[in-house]
């Protein structure tokens, strides 16, 4: 599976987007990528996926640069809710893949 | 309704004792795994089974055995408890082919062992 980089902590107020990097430059091309956030204590939670396109769902966005060499996650109007590890994870998509977690970033929403 | 369930949540056991985690989704997926997340809280795939099948084994020691009596369950014992197996086991499901192909996790179980 493919390496992944991400910042280890970001801070961002209530309200406002929050954006979260992540770098994958060693990706192949039928490697996806996924989002999952953990919230203290819990399991870790499925957010959003994509391959190549943009992709938007009730939770996030994914932004997917046309080299698929990085993206970003936005959390449109960041609540306290959403304070969470958030992890950027490349695996390829067809049967049961495992999922490879790095360190992550701790997103704090700030009120 | 929970969509994966573990038991116990909270497992305290002295070092040596012989213990079990079950594991329980109500999903219909046809997959199950279990992860670790130590004390520095790294994840990590332990096993993954597929209709009752292995199909993941990740290097574990073979103190940790799970089991599989059908496709909702998936339950991991272990044997000679060690401080370091002292961790959050996550149990988690998805269903191969969904378009997503997500994994759905269950609350975790935290276990020290003493």
């Known amino acids: 599976d493919a390496k992944t980089t991400q910042p280890p902590s970001m801070d961002c107020a209530e309200g406002r987007a929050a954006n979260l990097p992540c770098n994958h430059s060693?990706?192949?091309?039928?490697?996806?990528v996924y989002w999952y956030r953990q919230i203290h204590s819990q399991g870790p939670q499925y957010i959003i996926h994509?391959?190549?396109n943009n992709e938007t769902n009730e939770m996030a966005s994914l932004i997917i640069t046309e080299d698929r060499k990085s993206s970003t996650l936005i959390l449109p109007h960041a609540t306290l809710r959403d304070t969470a590890v958030y992890y950027c994870?490349?695996?390829?998509?067809?049967?049961?893949?495992?999922?490879?977690f790095g360190q992550g970033t701790r997103l704090t929403i700030n009120p | 309704d929970t969509a994966v369930s573990q038991t116990p949540k909270y497992l305290v056991t002295q070092m040596g004792n012989d213990k079990s985690i079950k594991c329980e989704q109500n999903?219909?997926?046809?997959?199950m795994y279990w992860y670790k997340q130590d004390s520095k809280k790294f994840l990590k795939i332990m096993f993954s089974?597929?209709?009752?099948?292995?199909?993941i084994n990740e290097t574990v020691p073979n103190r940790f055995s799970p089991k599989s009596p059908d496709k909702a369950h998936l339950n991991l014992h272990i044997n000679s408890l060690e401080l370091g197996d002292s961790a959050v086991y996550f149990c988690?499901?998805?269903?191969?082919?969904?378009?997503?192909?997500?994994?759905?996790f269950g609350p975790g179980t935290r276990l020290t062992v003493l």
């Open positions: 988690a499901s998805s269903q191969i082919g969904l378009v997503s192909n997500e994994q759905f």
């Open positions: 089974y597929n209709n009752k099948e292995l199909i």
């Open positions: 999903l219909g997926h046809d997959t």
């Open positions: 060693t990706i192949s091309g039928n490697e996806y």
């Open positions: 994509g391959l190549k």
């Open positions: 994870i490349v695996r390829g998509f067809q049967g049961a893949q495992k999922l490879v």
